[in-house]
């Protein structure tokens, strides 16, 4: 059965850190794609981050570049998104998904492009 968990969600104060991880079981990761997505209360759900399973290029939304890193990591079969420079705006359910689609120098950030998703982790800034 493919399943995705992210865990490391948390409350943090502004301008802190946060390590996401998604990790993937039942599937290997190194053959997909694999997104970030965000989703505060009201809102729809909002590309954060993706990186590509060819060339691992990273795609970054505008909103956190400079400030989110995402990698990989395939011998843990795990994904992980570094969150540094927290702001109260980042404030969402945090959710990774994976596709199959092979993409090269490019990794989408839409939802519409993922087949499989994780149930979500809370991260809140505030202070």
């Known amino acids: 059965q493919l399943q995705l968990v992210e865990s490391g969600g948390d409350l943090v104060q502004p301008g802190g850190s946060l390590r996401l991880s998604c990790a993937a079981s039942?599937?290997?990761?190194?053959?997909?794609?694999i997104g970030w997505f965000r989703q505060a209360p009201g809102k729809e759900r909002e590309g954060v981050s993706a990186?590509?399973?060819?060339?691992?290029?990273?795609f970054y939304a505008d909103s956190v570049k400079g400030r989110f890193t995402i990698s990989r990591d395939n011998a843990k079969n795990t994904v992980y998104l570094q969150m540094n420079s927290l702001k109260p705006e980042d404030t969402a359910v945090y959710y990774c998904?994976?596709?199959?689609?092979?993409?090269?120098?490019?990794?989408?950030?839409?939802?519409?492009?993922?087949?499989?998703w994780g149930q979500g982790t809370q991260v809140t800034v505030s202070s």
């Open positions: 998904a994976a596709t199959r689609n092979d993409y090269t120098d490019y990794a989408p950030l839409l939802h519409s492009e993922y087949d499989y």
């Open positions: 039942g599937f290997t990761l190194d053959y997909y794609s």
């Open positions: 990186i590509n399973n060819s060339d691992e290029s990273p």
